[in-house]
């Protein structure tokens, strides 16, 4: 069967504020579950994408495999299998599970446990019912656990809208953040190292998909791999997750930007500048975290520092807005509703082949660069930075669409492809990072302290200049893998 969720993050005192507001007109059932979630040593289920675990309700016992990640922004649909069991050992014997737990059955141990006092109401949300039920407790593995505070709406009946109809209205009581963890995730990260900065990973992709549709996948990711990054935020001033945080941001916008020419969707120009808004609001605390790593002098040191914690401190304050949380509500809707996927009459659009797609967007942007960049040593700064801009479409389009290219011969080119890509990139943020400084420096009222001036040499750029014309040359040799 299929399970259709939508998870919220909330913080203890939001729980508390909504628990005392309470409003959905009726009062909760309330219950207390431990649920224990099993796997091999190995952990070949989670590597699978696969959950399994045995909740206790009193003296129910609840049997529930789980297969895809639901947490993503992109569908809130997962495949599920609950059945009622006996005793807290799995029971394999259901043949549309077998071939997901498949070799393991033998080897099943408990490898973390969650407990929540969950409260839980039926919602009439327009022509929609909807179960939400509010879990406060933690997940334990091990010696470690963590706090566990979400609310979880399931659409029993009725559309998509509704949910985030819903979701909106629990926002205006409390700040609510999509969720993109699945209990099952949070258990699997307390087994592991302490969580910091989230890279951006590979997106599945296949040339069966049109472009609207591979659309959607990488921007779920985008928007996923942004907010695992603003939850270490949330908790430190971490340099390196605060980077992904505008990674994930910029690759979101360029996904926009080359897509552009899919939609006629009014929402999509609000949503495109809604995120040119937050990167922006990240953009100071970023731009000092780099000066910071070149500065020698002790005293500019110490003055850029107080600055840094301002800036952090304007980033914590713009993540934390109704406008950031409302953007992330607004895009996983307008991602998952698909509605901008059919035309007023209900005909399918943007049906072009995503590898098709993908091919046109990769030649135009490839052309643009290796002609941009013919006389890049005599550039403006302004122009290199738009040269600087092109090539960051281009190396998140190369990584975007990469899985869309399969045979050997196309993968050792991606693979090159990308290393010039990033040595390319390379080369423009440092020449980038040297004709803003000046600037970034007098707006932090530091261009008269001693070591400023060092970070700006005349000598520093004719060296980059020519590093960075080798390697446009470099990058316009490697063969495209997309040809």
Not at 218 to 231: D, K, P, S, W, Y
Not at 323 to 334: F, P
């Amino acid at each position: 069967m299929q399970q259709t969720e939508l998870k919220l993050e909330l913080s203890q005192s939001g729980a508390s504020s909504l628990l005392k507001q309470n409003p959905f007109d009726s009062s909760p059932t309330i219950v207390r579950q431990r649920s224990v979630f099993f796997d091999t040593g190995g952990r070949d289920l989670s590597k699978r994408g696969v959950s399994l675990c045995i909740r206790q309700s009193g003296n129910e016992r609840i049997q529930t495999v789980k297969s895809g990640d639901g947490s993503a922004a992109e569908s809130f649909t997962r495949d599920e299998w609950p059945r009622p069991v006996t005793a807290e050992t799995p029971v394999i014997d259901d043949p549309e599970i077998l071939p997901l737990v498949a070799g393991t059955d033998e080897s099943l141990a408990p490898v973390f446990e969650v407990h929540v006092k969950r409260h839980r109401w039926n919602v009439a949300e327009g022509d929609a019912t909807i179960e939400v039920a509010l879990d406060i407790g933690k997940v334990v593995a091990a010696d470690r656990e963590a706090p566990l505070c979400e609310i979880e709406l399931e659409m029993k009946t009725g559309s998509l809208a509704a949910l985030f109809a819903l979701t909106r209205k629990l926002n205006l009581i409390t700040p609510a953040h999509i969720g993109v963890l699945s209990k099952a995730d949070r258990g699997y990260r307390l087994l592991g190292p302490a969580t910091g900065a989230t890279k951006a990973t590979i997106t599945p992709l296949s040339a069966e998909m049109n472009a609207a549709t591979a659309f959607a996948q990488i921007a779920a990711a985008c928007i996923r791999q942004f907010r695992l990054n603003e939850m270490t935020l949330s908790w430190s001033d971490d340099t390196d997750a605060l980077h992904q945080a505008r990674v994930s941001l910029r690759r979101l916008r360029s996904l926009f930007s080359i897509s552009k020419s899919l939609f006629a969707d009014s929402r999509f120009d609000h949503m495109r500048d809604e995120l040119r808004w937050l990167a922006s609001e990240l953009g100071d605390a970023r731009n000092i975290d780099v000066i910071l790593k070149n500065t020698t002098s002790e005293e500019l040191s110490s003055r850029l520092q107080e600055a840094r914690s301002d800036a952090y401190g304007a980033v914590e304050a713009a993540l934390s807005s109704v406008r950031a949380r409302a953007l992330m509500i607004d895009l996983a809707e307008w991602i998952s509703m698909r509605d901008w996927r059919s035309d007023e009459a209900g005909e399918a659009v943007l049906v072009l082949p995503s590898k098709r797609f993908a091919s046109r967007v990769l030649d135009k942007l490839w052309k643009k660069l290796v002609k941009g960049g013919r006389n890049l040593i005599d550039l403006d700064d302004e122009s290199r930075h738009e040269l600087r801009i092109t090539a960051k479409k281009l190396r998140y389009a190369a990584e975007f669409f990469g899985p869309l290219y399969k045979s050997k011969k196309e993968i050792r080119r991606h693979k090159r492809f990308i290393g010039a890509m990033e040595g390319l990139q390379d080369q423009l943020g440092s020449l980038n990072d040297l004709a803003t400084a000046p600037d970034m420096l007098s707006k932090l009222d530091v261009a008269d302290v001693p070591g400023a001036q060092d970070l700006f040499c005349a000598d520093d750029k004719v060296k980059l200049l020519h590093d960075a014309a080798e390697a446009h040359g470099t990058f316009a040799e490697a063969k495209r893998f997309w040809r």
